[in-house]
């Protein structure tokens, strides 16, 4: 057995097998692997030398590896026989005949078909690049029985009759009147400056807790801005709303002239952001006259909020 | 509304790659060559107008599918369907039934040196190999054959697009023989080492 020049270097390929025998397809990508491996001759194979390694690699194959293992061991019968016929004298006229030239030839084979499975992976990568329109699956026909009907007409016939027309009453929709009217509010305001000059947006609110009255009252003070009985003013966004009265000589919010500014009254925080409708702080200091004081200043204007007349 | 329109227009609607013979069925003013005729029209306009999709020769028909550079971005959508790549004994076999096809299991087993009978069962559940025939001998085996799909997994026109027998480095054989014969055709081989 000649493993003399190749002992160490075949134990340590040997171990390398042991870990990769899975990875091969077979005994000729193996036999293939072991020839590529030693850059053999493929028409001068060295049948001992590659029989033991063949032998020497498939021994890791276990028992629960049978299914795969026949086929190595099939060539391993393969390569025994090639190697007997080649110590074997040959016989006359059989000069030309080489044991090995199947099994050459089958690696040649074998060989060609692993590169044209590459082509093929090549083109099947490229074509993967490709898409065609989408292809949706038909959708699932829902299942419809074959049990015959036993419905017949009459039967639909019979309950069709039997269902009564909605009464037309039932179509019928009510809409709630409004309980807050508008001209109880603008009454309310005109009332309340008859007495005062001006009042709070919020007084006008107590007593009433629906958020409907809040609305009718501003948009009742709107109404007699716009009627230039009353003007509206707020210093700040969110901050009390006044109503004024108007008097008969008076012009609106005077907003000609330059006057001197006074100091600009101090709104307190935690009016600031009360929407108008709810009732003052007990200790909010209403103070119209700072109000006014401000208003008095054409400056009032683009800072203060928004006037409406 | 021209033919250019009706053919594109029959192209579009299809998922399967049609052949011209197919298409000239959508009307009676239509033919093989009229068809392709209109074809290499659409090819010359999408091709001027840079249009992401060509009308592709595939699979001895035609198909309209998108160009290769727009794949990144075609990938990551579940309602384009990805195409699925075969392992490497499923790439084995079909090259060895593409070149000796109608072949049978034992032949291809042979070549492989292992037992292929799974690889073809999923082969032709992907409809990629077909029984084609049946052989001679015990048992009558059955003899398998590429598809259409087959033609159409690779970007193949037609069996032609494989790569030639005779470019290979080595002759593949017609039939396998089932004794030693090559012993003749060996020694006239030029030395591969």
Known sequence: MDLTGAGSTLLTRDNFLVVELDRFQGPLDLLLHLIHEQDVDIFHIPIARITDQFLAAIQVLRSDQLEGAGEFLE???TLIRIKAQMLLPRQEGEEDQDPRAELVHRLLEYEQIREISNCLKTAEA????RFAKGWVPTRPRPEISDTPLETTWEDVWEVALQVALPDPADRRHTLPALSVSMEDKVSLIVTSLAEKVRVEFSRLLCGFEDKTHAVMTLLAGLELSRRHEIFLRQVTPFSELWLYRRREDDEGPPTGGREPVPEEPEIPRGTRRRPPWMPPEEDEPADPLAVLDVDSDDQ???TM???TE | MN????????????DAPLKAEEIARADGSLDEDIVEKAIRTLQAQYGDSERSFQVV???EGFQILTRAEFDPYLERFDTIPRPSRLSGPGLETLAIIAYRQPIGRIEIEYVRGVACGGVIRTLQDRALVDVVARGEGVGRPLLYGTTQRFLDHFGFRSIDDLPRAEELPVVLRERIPLGAEAGDRLTSEPDHG
């Open chain 1, 75 to 77: 060539m391993a019968a």
């Open chain 1, 126 to 129: 490229e074509r993967g690049r």
């Open chain 1, 300 to 302: 009032g204007a683009d």
């Open chain 1, 305 to 307: 909020g928004w006037e």
């Open chain 2, 3 to 14: 033919i250019t329109q009706i053919v594109e227009a029959v192209l579009f609607a299809s």
């Open chain 2, 57 to 59: 020769e595939l699979a």
